[in-house]
C-alpha cells in the first residue's frame, strides 16, 4: 500500500501555469481567510530545471498576478527595445522586412526579454512564501481515479528501483497525493496531460494538436555586439519549402543573447533533422556575426503547442483541470505562451476557488473554467489568431506570411472563416525513399556543435540503474518500420541523441539502441514518431536537465 | 626559504610521486628538507637521500608511527614547523589527511592539491573538479600544501643527502593502526602508472576485461576503468578513474569502449598522449585523444595485444 | 551519543560549472545548488547510526550563506534532528569554518563529528581534519566503513594503495567517503516534517573567531580545452605512431 496525503489542490508542474495557479488561489484563499492546502509537483530536481522558453514575455498576466512585480524583484531586466525580422532567402542573403508589413502580433513594444527558468523561480518564491507546498524531484507518474472515473489525485513514481524493474536497496515507494481538484500543468503534451485527453475524451470537438520543436541556446557574446532588447525573428533558409517554422536572436542582459530556432513538427522529409537544421542556422551572417568570438553556455530543447484555439481540447473533466501548454493555450502568431499559460491558471484558480468556497468536496466537472476562460482575454487573443498556424501550413511561409498579414493587420484575425488543418504531425512523413537526404555540414566547434556536447551543456542526468522511461509499444517497431521506411527519424528529430540505430555485430541487424540518460524530457519522439510507438514515461525525479538562466 | 618534505612512502621504499613533489618544492627555492616517518623505514630514507636538490634527510623512525597515524605524524610535523617557511606533501591520502591537520595546529591556511608554483606564496589549484583553475596567495608565515604528482615531473635521483635521525616521539594514543589491505595486483598502481589502460561500459561485462589485462601485462600498465563500467558492477571501485574515482596523468592513457563523459575525462584529461578506441566515431573521447581509432573493440584489442 | 553532521550547500554535481568573464570567480548566478555528496552521505551514516541505537540525536550544522538553510533541510528530512546555520554572507576558509565548527562543539559536545571527505566545489578536503586538530580529537579521513565499539571505532580508510583500518579514540571526526553508504531519497513526509523541525541561524560573528581571510584568489581561469588530434584507420598505424612519434611504448 501506498502512503497517502490530502491537499485541497495538487498541481502537477511548477511552471508558469501551474503556479499562477498556486498563487493566484492562495490570494485568493489570503482574502477570503480561508485556509487552503496546495501541493505543486515538479520532476525537475528544482523549480526552473526544466522548464525553458525563447523568451519574449507579454507582462500582461503577471501584471494582473502581482500588480507590484517590480517591487517583488521578478526577474523581468531587459524591456524589448526593437524589433526585426528577416526572410532568409539562403544561406547568405537576408531581406529585412519593413516595420510596416510586419503582422501586428509580431511587435513586441512593452514586452521583456526574459529567462522563463528564472521567472519560474520567482513564481516559486512567491507561492512558497504564501504557504504552497513545492516538491522539486518528484515527478506526477500516474492519475488516480475514484469509482467513479473522477481524478482524485496523483502518484508520485517510486525511487530506486534498477533496470531491471527490481527494487534496489535505495527503494522508496511513491506517494499519493490526493485532491479535491488536480490541476495539471506539464507543459506541452505532458504525458498525463495526454492521458486525460484520451480518457476523457476531451479534444472530440477539436481539430488534431499540432506541435513545434524548439531548440535554443544561451550565448556570452563580444560586450560591443550587446544590444539589450533586441528581438530578432526571421523566416525562410536553412528550412526547405513546405517546412515551417522560425529563427530567433533575442539580446536579454549580462552580456548575453538566446539564439534558436522553433520547427513546426509537420515537417515531411525524414532526412530533416532539427538539431542539425538549428547548427547550419546560426551560420547565416545574421546570426553568425553576433555568435562570432562568443561562447555558447546553455543548450536545450522542447516540443511546443501550438494547433491554438481550433485544436484546444476541453480543459475540464471530473475532478481536475488542464491549464496552459499542456492543453495548447500558446498564441503562435505571437509566438508566445507564458502570458496566456498563466492567464490559464489564474482563471483555474479563481473557478477551483469559487468551488471550494461553496463548499464541494471535489470530484466535479467544473464548466465554470471553459465559460470564464471564454470570457478572458486569452480566449478573445486565441480566437484573434486562430488561423495563423493553418494558414502557414496550408500556404506555406510566404504566403501564409502575406495571408497573416492581411489577417491579423487588415482584419484584426476578423475574417469570418476559420482555415482547418487535421492531419496530425507524425502523419506528415514521407516514405524515405520520396525524399532527398539533406547534407548537414559537420559542426565546427564554435558556431555549431555536435549533439553530446550540447546535450552536456543542459546538465542533464538521469540516475542510470532505471527501467527505461521511453517505452516502446512494438519492439520490432523501430527497425521494421521506422528504419526500413522512414530511415530511422528519431535518430535525427531527438534534439538530445537518445536514440541510435545501431548495427548487431553478431547479427548485422540494424537495432534501435535508447541512451535514455541523454534525454532532455522535450517530448518530441512521443509526439513525431511516425509509428507512434514510443510512450515518453516520467524517469525517476530529478532525472533530466538542469538549465540555467534559460 | 626552507622547505619541508613529507615523503611518501612503504617503510621499505619511496613511492615515486614524492619526487613531484620534490621538483615543485624546487620551483619556490630555498633548501629542502624530506621528512621520512614511519617504523623500520631505512629503505625509504635511502631512497630519499638520492632525490636531486634534497639538503637533508631527516627520519622518525619508531612504533608510535606505524601506520602513519595522521595525530601523531601532525604532532611531529608541527614540533619542526618554525625551521620552514613551507611545509609540503604528495597530495595521496596520507598527505591530504596529514597536512591539514598540522596546518589547523599552526593556525595557517592550506592548499590542496596544487598544480602549478608561480612564486613563494602564490600557487595554482584546480576547483569544480578540474573545471576552474584558481591562482591563490598566502598571506600565512608558513604556506603548507599538498602537490598534485601528475602535475610536476619527477626529480632526478642523483643526489646524495645526509640523512638525520630524528628522536622526538609523539604519541598521543589517540588512534591505533590495525590493518592494512593492499589491492592485490601485480601491475603498476593507477595513480602512479606511466601507462593506463581503461576500460567503459563498451565493454560489456568484467570478464572481458581480462583482454586489457592482456594488454597492461605487455605494456607494464595499469587497468582503470570509466564511472560506468564501475557503475554496471564489471570492476571494484578502486580501478574507477574520474571526477570521482582517481586522477592519473600518465604518459600514455588508453581509452577502450569509454564514450567520455565529462566525469571521465576530468580524472584522465591531462594524460600526455591519449588514444580513444570506440565503435562510435561521435563519442565525445575523440574530441579530446590524440589518437583515435573507430573500430569495435573486441577486434582491435587483440589485434593491439598481438602488435605489441 | 550526540553525533554532529556537518553540510555544506555546493553546485549540483551534475551542473557544468563555468568561469566568469571577468575570471574573478566561476558562475553561479541561477546555477541548481545541493546538498554536497560526500555530507549526504555522512547524514546518511549518522542516521544509520542512529536507528542503529548507538545515537541519540543528530545535529545538522552548516556554516555558510543563509541559502544553506536548503541543505539543511535536507538533513533534517533525511533524517538528522535539528540544525544549526552558522550564516555568512562571504565564503569562509576551511581554517575558519574549523574554528566554528570547534565552538559548536563546545557547546553541544557530541560523541561523535561526521563531516564529508571533501566538497565537490573548491575539493580542499580539509575542514574535517583540521577540526580534529583544533579540539585535539582522533580522526579518521576517506572512510569506507565505520564500527563503533564502546569508547573506541574503528574506520577503514580508502587510501591509495587499498583500504587501511584503524581504531580511533571517541570523540572522534570522521570524513566519509563514496563507498561509506548510499544515500536515501528523502519522502514527502519527511520533507515536510523536516520543514518543522529546529532550525536555528546565528552569525558567524557571535563566535569570536577571526573569520579574516588568509588566502587571496588572484584570479579563477577555465583549463585549457585539449584539441582532438587524428583519427587513425588501423591498429598497425596506431602501434607505429606511439613508438615512432611519441616515443611512449
Sequence with gaps: MRESMEFDVVIVGAGPAGLSTACRLMQQAQKAEREISICVVEKGSEVGAHIFSGAVLE???????????????????????????????????????????????????????????????????????????????????????????????IATGDMGVGADGNQKGSFMSGMELHAKYTVFSEGCHGHLGKQLIDKFNLDADADVQHYGIGIKELWDIDPDKHKPGLVVHGAGWPLEKGTNGGSFLYHGDNNQVVVGLVIDLSYSNPYLGPFDEFQRMKHHPVFKQTLEGGKRVAYGARAITKGGLNALPKMC??????????????????????????????????????????????????????????????????????????????????WGGAFNYLDQNWFKGKLPFTLRDNKPDYAQLKEASECKPINYAKPDGKISFDKLSSVFLSNTNHEEDQPCHLQLKSKVVPVESNWAIYNGPEARFCPAGVYEFVEDAATEQMQLQINAQNCLHCKTCDIKDPSQNITWMTPEGTGGPNYPNM | ?????????????????????????????????????????????????????????????????????????????????????????????????????????????????????????????????????????????????????TAFALAEKKGSAPVESLTQVHDLGLS????EALAVSERPELTSA?????????????????????????????????????????VPNDMQVGQTGKIVAPDLYIAVGISGAIQHLAGMKDSKVIVAINKDPDAPIFQIADYGLVADLFDAVPELEQAL | MKILVMVKRVSDPNVTI????????????????????????????????????????????????????????????????????????????????????????????????????????????????????????????????????????????????????????????????????????????????????????????????????????????????????????SVAELVEKLKTEKGVI
Excluded at chain 2, 625551521?83 to 591520502?93: F, G, R, V
Design chain 1, 59 to 153: 507582462p500582461r498576466a503577471l501584471i494582473e498576478l502581482f500588480p507590484d512585480w517590480q517591487e517583488r524583484g521578478a526577474p523581468l531586466n531587459t524591456p524589448v527595445t526593437s524589433d526585426e525580422i528577416y526572410l532568409f532567402q539562403d544561406a547568405e542573403r537576408a531581406k529585412k522586412i519593413p516595420n510596416s508589413l510586419v503582422p501586428k502580433s509580431m511587435h513586441n513594444e512593452g514586452n521583456y526579454v526574459i529567462s522563463l527558468g528564472n521567472l519560474c523561480r520567482w513564481l516559486g518564491e512567491q507561492a512558497e512564501a504564501m504557504g504552497v507546498e513545492i516538491f522539486p524531484g518528484f515527478s506526477a507518474a500516474e492519475i488516480l481515479y475514484t469509482d467513479e472515473g473522477a481524478v482524485k489525485g
Design chain 3, 18 to 233: 563555468r568561469v566568469n568573464a571577468d575570471n574573478s570567480d566561476v558562475d553561479l548566478n541561477n546555477v541548481k545548488m545541493a546538498l554536497n555528496p560526500f555530507c549526504e552521505i555522512a547524514v546518511e551514516e549518522a542516521v544509520r547510526l542512529k536507528e542503529a541505537g548507538i545515537a541519540s540525536e543528530i545535529i545538522a550544522l552548516s556554516i555558510g550563506s543563509s541559502q544553506s538553510q536548503e541543505q539543511l533541510r535536507t538533513a533534517l528530512a533525511i533524517g538528522a534532528d535539528r540544525a544549526l546555520l552558522i550564516e555568512s554572507d562571504t565564503a569562509l576558509e576551511p581554517l575558519i569554518v574549523a574554528k566554528l565548527a570547534a565552538k559548536v562543539i563546545e557547546e553541544e559536545q557530541p560523541g561523535l563529528v561526521l563531516l564529508g571527505k571533501q566538497s565537490i566545489d573548491t575539493d580542499n578536503s580539509q575542514t574535517g581534519q583540521m577540526l580534529a586538530s583544533i579540539t585535539g580529537w582522533s580522526q579518521g579521513t576517506f572512510a569506507s566503513k565505520l564500527e563503533i565499539n564502546g569508547d573506541k571505532i574503528n574506520i577503514t580508510r580508502e587510501v591509495d594503495s587499498g583500504l587501511q583500518t584503524i581504531c580511533l579514540n571517541m570523540p572522534a571526526v570522521v570524513t566519509c567517503d563514496l563507498r561509506l553508504n548510499e544515500p536515501r531519497y528523502a519522502s514527502l513526509p519527511n520533507i515536510m516534517k523536516a520543514k518543522r523541525k529546529p532550525l536555528v541561524t546565528k552569525a558567524a560573528e557571535e563566535y569570536g573567531v577571526d573569520l579574516a581571510p588568509r588566502i587571496r584568489t588572484l584570479k579563477v581561469e577555465t583549463p585549457n580545452i585539449r584539441q582532438g588530434g587524428e583519427i587513425l584507420s
Design chain 1, 317 to 398: 473533466f471530473p475532478g481536475g483541470l488542464l491549464v496552459g501548454c499542456d492543453a495548447g493555450t500558446l498564441n503562435f502568431a505571437k509566438i508566445k505562451g507564458t502570458h496566456t499559460a498563466m492567464k490559464s491558471g489564474m482563471v483555474a484558480a479563481e473557478t477551483i476557488f469559487d468551488a471550494l468556497s461553496a463548499d464541494d468536496q471535489g470530484g466535479r466537472e467544473l464548466s465554470a473554467f471553459t465559460e470564464a476562460l471564454q470570457n478572458s482575454w486569452v480566449y478573445e487573443e486565441l480566437h484573434r489568431t486562430r488561423n495563423f498556424g493553418p494558414a502557414m501550413h496550408k500556404f506555406g511561409t510566404f
Design chain 2, 194 to 234: 606511466s601507462i593506463v589502460i581503461s576500460g567503459g561500459r563498451g565493454m560489456q561485462n568484467g570478464d572481458n576485461f581480462s583482454m586489457l589485462e592482456k594488454v597492461a601485462d605487455k605494456l607494464g600498465a595499469a587497468v582503470g576503468a570509466s564511472r560506468a563500467a564501475v557503475d554496471a558492477g564489471f
Design chain 2, 1 to 149: 626559504m626552507s622547505i619541508l618534505i613529507i615523503a611518501e612512502h612503504d617503510n621499505s621504499s619511496l613511492k615515486e610521486i614524492t619526487l613531484t613533489t620534490v621538483t615543485a618544492a624546487s620551483l619556490i627555492g630555498g633548501d629542502i628538507d624530506v621528512l621520512v616517518v614511519g617504523e623500520g623505514c631505512t629503505g625509504a630514507a635511502e631512497a630519499a637521500a638520492l632525490i636531486s636538490g634534497v639538503n637533508r634527510v631527516r627520519v622518525a623512525d619508531h612504533a608510535c608511527y606505524n601506520g602513519q597515524l595522521a595525530e601523531n605524524v601532525a604532532a611531529l610535523i608541527q614540533s619542526l614547523a618554525n625551521d620552514y617557511s613551507h611545509i609540503m606533501a604528495p597530495a595521496t591520502a596520507n598527505g591530504k589527511s596529514i597536512l591539514p591537520r598540522v596546518a589547523a595546529a599552526l593556525d595557517v591556511s592550506h592548499f590542496s592539491d596544487i598544480i602549478g608554483v608561480e612564486s613563494a606564496d602564490t600557487f595554482k589549484r584546480t576547483l569544480y573538479a578540474g573545471n576552474a583553475i584558481a591562482t591563490v596567495q598566502s598571506s600565512d608565515n608558513i604556506k603548507v600544501m599538498t602537490v598534485r604528482g
Design chain 2, 176 to 179: 591505533a593502526f590495525i590493518s
